[in-house]
């Protein structure tokens, strides 16, 4: 049989079936990119920023000095250790603290004996006194007498309190809860009253301090927003926002304090944030994050056309919004994007085998 006219006998039944399976491979990809959620390119109102890097502090950032003088005897916290707040960080000799407190314990008991026995005398001259048995100076040098005797108690009262409050001096304890920076001291020297011991910080409390230049600070002051840009891309506002009423002379910058509210996490004195001032808001075009996708050194979005086909293009971003991002270049409002880049990829294949397909057909 001649092989030829075999051939020319199938090509219709051939063309039937491989144009059946470019139909089914078509609607297969019809069906793919129909199956992914999509959002429209639209403008949206955001505000301006001016961006400028600001300087984290520690609101509370004491030095712990001693108050009595006495000789180092422990030192149970270093540079970097978590302290809380009334923790004993340094412990001061106290032997000689000690015998101070107990000889005014002792001078105490000893007025208050004698102002009992002032007291005693007191009633037994005035009771003579009224029977006409004791003379007017008499009563006078009871009344003296008992006076004294009060005013002894008075001060043996105060210096046994004074002495108990230079012993619990001995005990240096942290005003608030945070870590140590610096350890002024050593074990066995001198502590004297106003020396340093400890310096730290509490990272309870932090703000943001950031040098703003005069044509800026105005929007400060009458917008009052400003954005704090933390590690991890978390974007807080701060609790209150102070400008100083006065510039710099050298750089003429306005410096404006930025209080955090709450603890931060991850965040230190003397790190740098980002800081976006509010001057004004504009219309820009926007797509939403989930759509963009990045591969290697491109980022684009996959487009669906009128006619339902997927195509890959690449854009031009700018800010970042959270759930959405500025489109500089690459899109115009109005046209569908594929909010599930991993579908619209696979449908973008199908797509391309049922094309393949199509001209095999053809």
Same mark, same amino acid.
């Given at each position: 049989?001649?092989h030829r006219?075999?051939f020319?006998a199938? %090509?219709?039944?051939?063309a039937?079936?491989?144009?059946?399976?470019?139909?089914?491979?078509a609607?297969a990809?019809?069906?793919q990119?129909? $199956?992914?959620?999509?959002?429209e390119?639209t403008?949206?109102t955001?505000?301006?920023?001016y961006? %400028? !890097?600001?300087?984290? &502090?520690?609101?509370?950032?004491?030095?712990v000095?001693?108050?009595t003088?006495?000789?180092?005897?422990?030192?149970?916290y270093?540079?970097?250790?978590f302290?809380?707040?009334g923790?004993v960080?340094?412990?001061?000799?106290?032997?000689?603290h000690?015998?101070?407190?107990?000889?005014?314990?002792a001078e105490?008991?000893?007025?208050?004996?004698?102002?009992?026995r002032a007291?005693?005398?007191?009633?037994? *001259?005035?009771?003579?006194?009224?029977k006409k048995?004791? $003379?007017a #100076?008499?009563?006078?040098?009871?009344?003296?007498?008992?006076?004294?005797? &009060?005013?002894?108690?008075?001060?043996?009262?105060?210096?046994l309190?004074?002495?108990q409050?230079?012993?619990?001096?001995?005990?240096?304890?942290?005003?608030?809860s945070?870590?140590?920076?610096?350890r002024?001291?050593?074990?066995?020297?001198?502590?004297?009253?106003?020396?340093p011991v400890?310096?730290?910080? $509490?990272?309870?409390?932090?703000?943001?301090?950031?040098?703003? =230049?005069q044509?800026v600070?105005?929007?400060?002051?009458?917008?009052?927003?400003?954005?704090v840009y933390? =590690?991890?891309d978390?974007v807080v506002? =701060?609790?209150?926002?102070t400008?100083?009423?006065?510039a710099?002379?050298? $750089?003429?910058?306005f410096?404006?304090?930025?209080?955090? #509210?709450?603890?931060?996490a991850?965040?230190?004195p003397?790190?740098?944030v980002?800081?976006?001032?509010i001057?004004g808001?504009?219309e820009?075009?926007? *797509?939403?994050?989930?759509?963009?996708? @990045?591969r290697s050194?491109v980022t684009? *979005? @996959?487009?669906? !056309?009128? !006619?339902?086909?997927?195509?890959l293009?690449q854009?031009?971003?700018g800010?970042?919004?959270g759930d959405?991002?500025?489109?500089? #270049?690459?899109? #115009? =409002?109005?046209?569908?994007v594929?909010?599930?880049p991993?579908?619209?990829? *696979?449908a973008?294949?199908?797509?391309?085998?049922a094309?393949?397909?199509g001209?095999?057909?053809?």
């Amino acid at each position: 049989m001649n092989h030829r006219h075999i051939f020319t006998a199938l %090509l219709p039944g051939l063309a039937l079936l491989f144009g059946t399976q470019g139909a089914v491979a078509a609607e297969a990809a019809a069906v793919q990119a129909a $199956s992914f959620p999509t959002a429209e390119v639209t403008h949206r109102t955001v505000p301006r920023e001016y961006r %400028l !890097d600001g300087v984290v &502090e520690a609101v509370n950032r004491t030095t712990v000095s001693a108050q009595t003088q006495g000789q180092v005897e422990e030192i149970l916290y270093d540079v970097d250790d978590f302290v809380n707040k009334g923790d004993v960080i340094a412990r001061l000799r106290d032997t000689e603290h000690r015998a101070r407190v107990a000889q005014a314990a002792a001078e105490l008991k000893s007025a208050t004996a004698q102002r009992v026995r002032a007291t005693d005398e007191y009633a037994r *001259v005035e009771g003579l006194f009224k029977k006409k048995n004791a $003379s007017a #100076s008499e009563m006078d040098n009871a009344e003296a007498e008992l006076a004294s005797a &009060e005013a002894r108690l008075d001060a043996a009262q105060a210096a046994l309190e004074q002495a108990q409050e230079q012993l619990k001096y001995t005990e240096i304890r942290a005003p608030y809860s945070g870590l140590v920076t610096n350890r002024h001291m050593q074990l066995g020297e001198i502590a004297s009253p106003g020396q340093p011991v400890m310096s730290g910080i $509490s990272l309870e409390e932090l703000r943001v301090t950031v040098d703003v =230049p005069q044509s800026v600070v105005s929007a400060v002051r009458e917008i009052g927003e400003v954005n704090v840009y933390l =590690p991890g891309d978390e974007v807080v506002q =701060p609790a209150r926002i102070t400008v100083f009423p006065f510039a710099d002379l050298g $750089s003429n910058t306005f410096q404006v304090r930025l209080d955090l #509210s709450g603890q931060v996490a991850d965040l230190f004195p003397g790190m740098f944030v980002k800081t976006g001032i509010i001057t004004g808001k504009k219309e820009e075009l926007t *797509v939403p994050t989930e759509a963009v996708v @990045y591969r290697s050194e491109v980022t684009g *979005v @996959y487009v669906l !056309d009128p !006619d339902g086909d997927v195509h890959l293009r690449q854009i031009r971003v700018g800010r970042n919004l959270g759930d959405a991002l500025v489109v500089l #270049s690459g899109l #115009s =409002p109005g046209e569908t994007v594929a909010l599930d880049p991993i579908a619209a990829g *696979v449908a973008l294949k199908a797509q391309a085998t049922a094309l393949v397909q199509g001209g095999r057909d053809g």
